[in-house]
């Protein structure tokens, strides 16, 4: 994503950083346009270094807010509201299946009569019905498949990543957490689910670290 001043560059999951060919002071406020046109407010916050061609790199967050959380809550409602109309046109499609007379007529359990004049109305009756339940099944399953991927996306909501300001405290409780959980393994080898529990205890503290490192330069 760029414009002809400031260029967007991923520099890992849900971060981008600021391709800059000017210096900029932490706190100020840039504008970058995205591949579609629209522009948005970005704050710099940390000067990252330059790059081979003399460009200038900052860590960026959208100052309007706008971050992994919130994509996560738009497309959890747009979902939602996905399954909604889906739900809708199903019910419809189902209630509809047959005028009152039509579906009396149908109960009887009256056999088609071949050669009858009865015939291509019976038949097509039939084949009304099957179309209107074929409708009303498949927008109830596009329904179901919307509220999974939702309920997946207001899960992602609650997230805390790199792409906020404020993952750096939360790092810093999670690696304090993975300090003691692998310290705790150390001196009670009998309280370890399994032989490989210290072992991941101790990448988990690894990871932990690198992501407050990196969230410290963010």
Request: aromatic share 10%; hydrophobic share 30%.
């Amino acid at each position: 994503m760029e414009n002809s001043i400031n260029t967007y560059s991923k520099y890992c999951a849900n971060v981008f950083v600021a391709k800059c060919p000017e210096q900029h002071e932490a706190g100020e406020v840039i504008i970058l346009t995205t591949k579609h046109g629209k522009e948005h407010e970005n704050e710099v916050h940390n000067y990252l270094g330059k790059t081979s061609d003399g460009h200038f790199l900052y860590s960026i967050t959208r100052s309007d807010g706008f971050n992994a959380q919130e994509r996560a809550k738009n497309k959890a409602e747009k979902l939602n509201g996905y399954a909604s109309n889906a739900e809708k046109r199903s019910d419809e499609a189902y209630n509809s299946r047959a005028s009152q007379s039509e579906l009396e007529f149908m109960r009887l359990g009256e056999p088609i009569k071949v050669g009858h004049h009865s015939e291509r109305r019976h038949r097509k009756l039939f084949e009304k019905y099957d179309n209107k339940m074929r409708k009303s099944v498949e927008e109830a399953d596009k329904a179901k498949n919307y509220i999974r991927r939702a309920e997946y996306w207001e899960a992602k909501a609650n997230d805390i990543n790199l792409s906020m300001p404020e993952s750096l405290e939360f790092y810093e409780f999670k690696l304090e957490e993975a300090k003691k959980k692998h310290q705790f393994y150390k001196d009670n080898p009998n309280e370890r689910e399994h032989s490989f529990s210290l072992t991941y205890a101790k990448k988990t503290a690894n990871e932990a670290q690198n992501n407050l490192k990196l969230a410290a330069r963010l």
